[in-house]
């Protein structure tokens, strides 16, 4: 019987854990309509020796992790007649958002009759506004056909990034998103 509890409560601490991050995806120039199963692929950035990151760590991490992803999806890289070039880069936005922390307004009933000045606007004693510094992260992959030379899409992987320790698995988990994307709709077209 404790057995269940503990499972259950580790279910739910990972669903917790897991719904923090959200990814979204966003597709966009689709000149084209992926027609043809596509088996052979080029990294652009890789060739030309272009980087789509600020950090050149994060720029090497993407290439493999692009190579080893699709090549697992059973492509195969070919930098001399690639059915699909693929070209990569980021949009590395800082922000800051506000947070009001307000205490509860009522913690006993009719507390106000007995502390009037709790309401006073310009007591800065009980509203305190902070800033939080976050990076807006956007991944964006280019799939691009060489034979007609037009995009077949565009995937954007939004992300935000509150530290600078967790970039790399949120870069990780944006590309990984963006690419399952792009290996269901071409595999969609092998049916």
């Known amino acids: 019987m404790n057995r269940n509890y503990s499972v259950a409560f580790i279910l739910l601490i990972t669903i917790a854990l897991s719904s923090c991050s ?4 966003f597709k966009e120039n689709t000149e084209l309509p992926i027609a043809k199963p596509y088996q052979t692929f080029v990294i652009i ?6 980087r789509g990151f600020s950090s050149q760590f ?7 992790q692009l190579q080893e992803t ?4 059973g ?3 070919d930098s001399q007649q690639p059915d699909v070039v693929i070209r990569y880069h980021s949009n590395e936005d800082t922000r800051q958002r ?3 922390n307000n205490p ?3 913690p006993f009933w009719g507390y106000r009759v007995y502390d009037p000045w709790m309401y006073n606007p310009y007591n800065s004693g009980y509203n305190r506004v902070t800033t939080s510094n976050y990076e807006l992260l956007q991944v964006i992959v ?3 056909d060489p034979d007609k030379d037009q995009y077949l899409m565009t995937l954007t992987g939004v992300t935000e990034v509150s530290s600078p320790k967790t970039k790399e698995k949120k870069v990780e988990k944006t590309l990984d998103a963006v690419l399952k994307s792009f290996i269901s709709q071409n595999n969609q077209t092998q049916k």
């Open 98 to 100: 506000e947070v009001v």
């Open 75 to 77: 492509m195969k890289y």
């Open 70 to 73: 699709l090549e697992e999806a």
């Open 22 to 25: 959200s990814i979204e995806i």
């Open 142 to 144: 280019d799939f691009i």
């Open 104 to 106: 509860n307004p009522y």
């Open 45 to 50: 950035n890789k060739e030309v020796g272009m």
């Open 58 to 64: 994060l720029d090497e991490l993407v290439q493999i």
